[in-house]
């Protein structure tokens, strides 16, 4: 990882002070990268050192290995362990650190090959300096994507706001058309691949700003990078919990849809209230920040749920065409977030009253319609018992008898033949 001059003092003091109560510390360190700070800290009086090269290892057939590392073995006396904890302090308070990443190290890696991809190595080092990245943390050449990789990973475990700053700057210029030869639907396929990852942290680009979402104690609210809030903005932010529950609720929608159909006969007006309650919460989730615009192109289906088919048959659709266009809001809500089993799972968690009920409806209404329904037609069924008799039994339930017809020829037969 890349770092400044002050995070290389922050971590020599660090090494120095580990050593407890101890005034003779036994360090071992790189020599080119922090020597030249060890010796300001000596003839600033903090400590004495005493250099000797590290002693070479040999391997099995007696060559030496490792004879070109830069590493070498300091005695450290220190000789004012207060005045080199204030030191510490200090540097520390200059470049703050986080314990976790603004956004995700896998999504800055995914990212930054993507980056690595737009331009060659100078435009690259030149897009890194126009948005303030400063020299010391541009490692060149090097690896394109590693590169711009370990400057984003700096700035996002930075707590610095200016450091802050530059890093969504980074982000928001590899998204503009001019990176991209102006081509503006080439930089839109940029702008969405960096919002698929962007999203698990609460950030958007949108028309080339980048926002960010943060809970502001009642609710999600959103900000550029320069702090200037905006609320006609929010609403094209994409934020996976709210997708997940907006998933959830129209999946169950259509679920609901089907179970009338297949079951119009045994429903009543609680299925309308079922009704209501999932389109309240899809309404008001839609409302909200984080739905990736679908209000727009949202439609509630129908007024009501008993009765529905009259309402397609008016709009000259067919029960076909609707769950079309079901699945189709449903195919909308996936492109733009791709349900997490754990938020869903917690969804139904926290709604589970809701969900209980629904199930319970569907359970009593199934039963219903077993008791409703009208007993089967029995049908005859011929057995052949042999090559010379044949039964025709009925059902038990119809008439309880089985006629062997062999056997009753003959006594038709026998009373024939007395009459004569």
Same mark, same amino acid.
């Given at each position: 990882m890349v770092e400044r001059t002050i995070d290389k003092k922050i971590r020599a003091l660090r090494s120095i002070l580990q050593s407890g109560s101890l005034d003779t510390y036994h360090l071992s360190i790189p020599y080119p990268i922090l020597w030249p700070i060890l010796r300001k800290f000596e003839r600033k009086q903090l400590i004495k050192i005493k250099k000797r090269l590290r002693c070479p290892e040999f391997n099995e057939m007696g060559d030496p290995i490792d004879i070109l590392t830069d590493e070498y073995f300091f005695d450290v006396i220190i000789t004012d362990k207060t005045k080199l904890t204030d030191l510490l302090k200090e540097y520390e308070t200059q470049s703050p650190k986080r314990q976790t990443p603004l956004i995700r190290e896998k999504a800055l890696e995914l990212i930054s090959r993507e980056i690595g991809e737009i331009d060659n190595s100078t435009g690259l080092v030149k897009l890194l300096k126009k948005c303030g990245v400063d020299k010391e943390l541009i490692v060149y050449p090097s690896t394109k994507w590693r590169m711009i990789n370990d400057v984003l990973e700096y700035f996002a475990y930075s707590d610095k706001a200016e450091d802050k700053q530059t890093l969504l700057k980074i982000l928001e210029e590899t998204s503009h058309p001019l990176m991209h030869g102006g081509d503006e639907e080439l930089a839109k396929k940029y702008e969405d691949k960096f919002n698929k990852l962007l999203k698990y942290d609460n950030f958007v680009?949108? !028309? =080339?700003?980048?926002?960010?979402?943060? !809970?502001?104690?009642?609710?999600?609210?959103?900000?550029?990078?320069? =702090? @200037?809030?905006?609320?006609?903005?929010?609403?094209?932010?994409?934020?996976?919990?709210? &997708? !997940?529950k907006l998933y959830v609720y129209w999946n169950e929608l259509i679920k609901l849809a089907k179970f009338y159909f297949d079951n119009k006969g045994s429903q009543d007006d609680e299925i309308n209230n079922i009704y209501f309650e999932i389109i309240? @919460?899809?309404?008001?989730?839609?409302?909200? %920040?984080?739905?990736?615009?679908?209000?727009?192109?949202?439609?509630?289906?129908?007024?009501? &749920? &008993?009765?529905?088919?009259?309402?397609?048959?008016?709009?000259?659709?067919?029960?076909?065409?609707?769950?079309?266009?079901?699945?189709?809001?449903?195919?909308?809500?996936?492109?733009?977030?791709?349900?997490?089993?754990? %938020?869903?799972?917690?969804?139904?968690?926290? %709604?589970?009253?809701?969900?209980a009920k629904v199930q319970q409806y569907s359970e009593q209404r199934l039963t219903r319609r077993e008791i409703i329904q009208e007993p089967p037609v029995v049908k005859t069924q011929i057995k052949k018992i042999s090559e010379s008799e044949e039964i025709i039994k009925l059902s038990p339930g119809i008439y309880g008898i089985s006629i062997n017809l062999k056997t009753l020829f003959r006594k038709i037969w026998g009373k024939i033949n007395r009459k004569k």
């Open positions: 680009i949108k !028309d =080339g700003v980048l926002w960010e979402g943060w !809970d502001d104690g009642v609710g999600l609210s959103w900000s550029d990078k320069n =702090g @200037n809030n905006f609320e006609d903005k929010p609403s094209y932010s994409i934020i996976p919990q709210q &997708m !997940d309240a @919460n899809i309404e008001e989730l839609l409302d909200g %920040n984080g739905c990736g615009g679908l209000k727009e192109i949202y439609k509630k289906p129908f007024r009501n &749920m &008993m009765g529905c088919e009259f309402e397609i048959q008016k709009q000259n659709l067919t029960i076909d065409d609707l769950f079309v266009n079901l699945y189709d809001f449903l195919g909308r809500i996936t492109e733009l977030s791709l349900p997490n089993k754990n %938020n869903i799972e917690k969804v139904k968690e926290d %709604n589970s009253v809701f969900f």
